[in-house]
Structures are given as structure tokens and as C-alpha cells.
């Protein structure tokens, strides 16, 4: 639900807003610890998954004469797609995996083939989006309108299919 005016933390003290920040803290410290070569080979997989799939779905459309190898290549080329734009560059571009200092999959380096450049994302995403969530009015990705998500967003039909 989105927020219109009041902060949900403003029924909060000072110190129970301290206490969750330590807790936050602790969190990430914990997280962080753990980091490691399991998460190093993740990301170099997925991202060879990748890059294995925009090639194979390329080949599979220079043979699209037959119905199959078209629905297969361009399903190869879609999840390429979502891999580059979901897995690997929205949570690159969010700093995920600069413990490595793996210049190739760096926030500061990394951009990746969309609409959108690397430096635009950045400020809509993790600045606005991250800044302001769901708060109507400032967190543009409630103007999407893929999912209804805020109850002053017009009904359409098409939402009861959403999850």
C-alpha cells in the first residue's frame, strides 16, 4: 500500500529506530562474512548462462525457417534478456558484487544494453525508487502500472492476474 503523508516510522522512538538500525547492521555484517567463492562462481555461471543463450538463440534464428527453432531461439534471446537486465544488471548496479573488485561486474563500471543508460537507472532506481517506496507521488515505479499495487491506481481486469 502506498504511503501518503505520514511516515509508518513516526509512531517510533528514537531508540527503537537505534535498536532496528543495529540490528540492520548486524545483518549485513553477518552477510557480508559469507561472501565468498560460492558467490563468485554464481555470478560468473549466470552471467555465462547468459551469454551462452544470446548466442544460441541467435543460431537458432539463422535456422528460424521451421516454426520450433524459431520459438526456441527467440526464447533463448528472451531469457538472455532477463538474465542481463534482472539477475545479473539490476543487482550489479545496485553494488551487489563489488566485494570482488571484479572491474568487469563493478557498479561503477558496469552498464548494460536497455533503454535505459547505466547513470539514469542508478538515480531512478536506487535513488527514487529505493528513496521513496511506494510513496505515491515521488516513487515512479508506481506509474508503471503493470502490477496494482497503490488503491488509487485504477482497476483493470487484466490485475487479477497478478500475483
Not at 29 to 48: C, F, P, S, T
Not at 130 to 142: A, P, Q, S
Request: net charge negative; aromatic share 8%; glycine share 6%.
Amino acid at each position: 500500500m502506498s504511503i501518503d503523508t505520514e511516515s509508518p516510522l513516526a509512531h517510533l522512538s528514537e531508540e527503537t529506530i537505534e535498536a532496528l538500525a543495529k540490528e540492520f547492521d548486524a545483518i549485513h555484517a553477518q552477510v557480508y562474512a559469507d561472501l565468498g567463492e560460492r558467490d563468485r562462481r554464481y555470478i560468473k555461471n549466470v552471467i555465462a548462462a547468459q551469454r551462452q543463450l544470446a548466442v544460441a538463440g541467435r543460431v537458432l534464428l539463422l535456422g528460424s525457417a521451421s516454426k520450433p527453432a524459431w520459438l526456441a531461439g527467440t526464447a533463448c534471446l528472451g531469457m538472455a534478456k532477463i538474465l542481463e537486465n534482472m539477475e545479473i544488471g539490476h543487482n550489479v548496479m545496485h553494488g551487489q558484487w563489488d566485494w570482488m573488485n571484479d572491474p568487469d561486474i563493478h557498479s561503477s563500471s558496469w552498464d548494460w544494453d536497455t533503454a535505459s543508460t547505466a547513470k539514469a537507472w542508478k538515480h531512478s532506481h536506487n535513488y527514487i525508487h529505493h528513496t521513496f517506496t511506494n510513496i505515491r507521488g515521488k516513487d515512479k515505479d508506481l506509474g508503471y502500472e503493470i502490477m496494482r499495487i497503490d488503491p488509487h491506481q485504477k482497476w483493470h481486469p487484466v490485475y487479477l492476474a497478478q500475483p
